[in-house]
């Protein structure tokens, strides 16, 4: 859990274990269907509500297109690396091309409530568990 | 030239001569070089990474550049599936004596760092006429 940012020298390091020791956990079992597996996703969980970043540097806002139905989330887009003309290209390391890719989560969904927001190249997408699917309390009489 | 289907990169780890005083991995910005007339262009790709916490600067012929995260943004999130992972970026280059090292020029834009290398004017091609 991440609780203890309190050491900042140590806070990073704790994000890279805790994101480390989820590395394709079975969370999501095979239930990610796509074109191959870009762009990476992180999901992440903050109360019971879901968060998924997704690095996508150089990506044209306006080529995004993000799709909700139900509880699956479909992003696809073009990141696009351009060379004026008339470059000596020395190395060339940045991946380029279209990308498409669904996720289906195991939780229910509030469609009208998902956000994204795409900025310093970071996509995220706020996915709210929708009110029904939320696990209510059971108090003992 | 036929799409090519995008593949997931894993990011490289630092494996620099110096050790870290903090226990944290630093992953290396995925780089492309290219060179026109008048300068040297290196576009590093660092997700994350907002315009104060770019540092860029060039110290005995070696130009360093690292990025920061903000870490404020992961705050209060737990983990529940993840495929790639996060950290701070580092990459350094030794410079030729053909860059003008007092001028380079930097811009960050969606994550994507671009450094502009000019010229020392002696290094720019010369078109030579021919009678």
Do not use: C
């Amino acid at each position: 859990m991440i609780t203890a940012f309190v050491d900042p020298f140590e806070a990073l390091f704790n994000l890279q274990r805790a994101l480390d020791a989820r590395l394709a956990s079975d969370w999501l079992q095979d239930q990610t269907t796509s074109e191959g597996p870009f762009p990476p996703i992180n999901v992440f969980q903050q109360g019971g509500d879901l968060l998924a970043i997704i690095e996508l540097p150089g990506v044209d806002k306006s080529s995004l297109q993000i799709e909700a139905k139900e509880n699956t989330i479909r992003i696809a887009g073009k990141k696009a690396v351009s060379y004026p003309d008339g470059v000596s290209v020395h190395r060339r390391e940045r991946v380029a091309g279209e990308f498409d890719r669904t996720i289906s989560l195991p939780v229910q969904l509030e469609p009208d409530g998902i956000k994204a927001e795409y900025r310093d190249g970071i996509l995220a997408l706020f996915l709210p568990r929708s009110e029904r699917d939320k696990p209510r309390t059971i108090t003992i009489s | 030239m036929s799409p090519q289907e995008l593949q997931a990169q894993k990011k490289r780890e630092l494996e620099g001569k110096e050790e870290s005083t903090i226990p944290a991995r630093t992953f290396v910005p995925t780089a492309d070089i290219y060179e026109d007339r008048d300068a040297l262009k290196v576009v590093l790709e660092m997700p994350g990474v907002e315009k104060g916490n770019v540092d860029v600067r060039v110290e005995e012929g070696v130009l360093f550049v690292e990025g920061r995260l903000d870490l404020a943004k992961y705050r209060g999130l737990q983990p529940v599936y993840t495929e790639y992972n996060i950290g701070n970026y580092s990459r350094s280059f030794r410079l030729s004596n053909a860059i003008n090292q007092d001028k380079i020029g930097a811009e960050l834009s969606d994550g994507v760092l671009s450094l502009t290398l000019p010229k020392v004017e002696k290094a720019k091609p010369r078109t030579i006429q021919v009678s």
